[in-house]
């Protein structure tokens, strides 16, 4: 079966401008994460959504971060107004129930450069 | 200051063992991870121990786990310019509401020299 997928795999943007990365989970998994990496850092936890139950935003650095799942399908994250600090490689991740024992499964990545 | 710290950089030669370094801070971490980033690609997981166990082997690899000390390390047999990537050392703590958030070091470069 085909792995996390994430799109685009670049995107350049000018700054102020919005931009919408999407991710496709593995099939049958109901957790999926959001996770950011700065260039020489390691991964920032961004969301996270399980199931149907509320998504623990807590990871999200500004009210410009966003994010949706449709059930246990595509998820999408949008960052509104975009500023250079924003650039990073922005890594999605699924698993199948979310538990701490859990093996997360991670996207290659989407590249954001805000110019 | 960061709950899982890792050395940014080891350089070993083609054939030789490689160990990677990590400490954290969660004492109730459940799980301890290592994955492997290759340049252009998204995280691959290696291997993972539990917390209630030393050592755990798997071919080439070997995890450590000093739970006294925090200390958990990656030791790569034979090392091969293949195994040249970033390895990061993550752990899933019991702390906040995240079931399986994980906690992930700044990552370690391993170059291999042939």
């Known amino acids: 079966g085909a792995g996390v997928s994430q799109s685009p795999s670049n995107k350049v943007t000018e700054k102020g401008k919005d931009v919408e990365l999407r991710c496709d989970p593995i099939?049958?998994?109901?957790?999926l994460y959001w996770y950011r990496q700065r260039l020489g850092q390691g991964l920032e936890f961004l969301i996270y959504?399980?199931?149907?139950?509320?998504p623990d935003k807590s990871g999200l650095p500004s009210d410009r971060f966003s994010a949706e799942r449709t059930g246990e399908s595509v998820s999408t994250l949008t960052i509104q107004r975009t500023q250079q600090e924003d650039s990073a490689v922005y890594l999605c991740?699924?698993?199948?129930w979310g538990g701490g024992t859990d093996t997360q499964y991670f996207g290659p990545g989407t590249r954001l450069t805000v110019l | 200051g960061e709950d899982v710290e890792q050395s940014l950089f080891l350089s070993v030669r083609e054939g030789d063992s490689s160990v990677i370094n990590c400490t954290y801070t969660?004492?109730?971490?459940?799980?301890l991870y290592w994955y492997k980033q290759e340049p252009g690609a998204g995280l691959q997981l290696l291997t993972y121990?539990?917390?209630?166990?030393d050592m755990k082997q798997d071919q080439r690899l070997t995890v450590l786990l000093n739970k006294k000390d925090k200390h958990l390390s990656l030791r790569i047999a034979d090392t091969q310019t293949g195994d040249s990537a970033i390895y990061f050392c993550?752990?899933?703590?019991?702390?906040?509401?995240?079931?399986?958030?994980?906690?992930f070091g700044r990552g370690t470069q391993l170059t291999v020299w042939p």
């Open positions: 991740a699924s698993s199948l």
């Open positions: 969660d004492s109730s971490s459940t799980y």
């Open positions: 121990i539990f917390s209630n166990m």
């Open positions: 993550a752990e899933s703590g019991d702390r906040g509401s995240t079931l399986g958030r994980l906690y």
């Open positions: 099939s049958g998994h109901t957790a």
């Open positions: 959504f399980q199931g149907n139950s509320a």
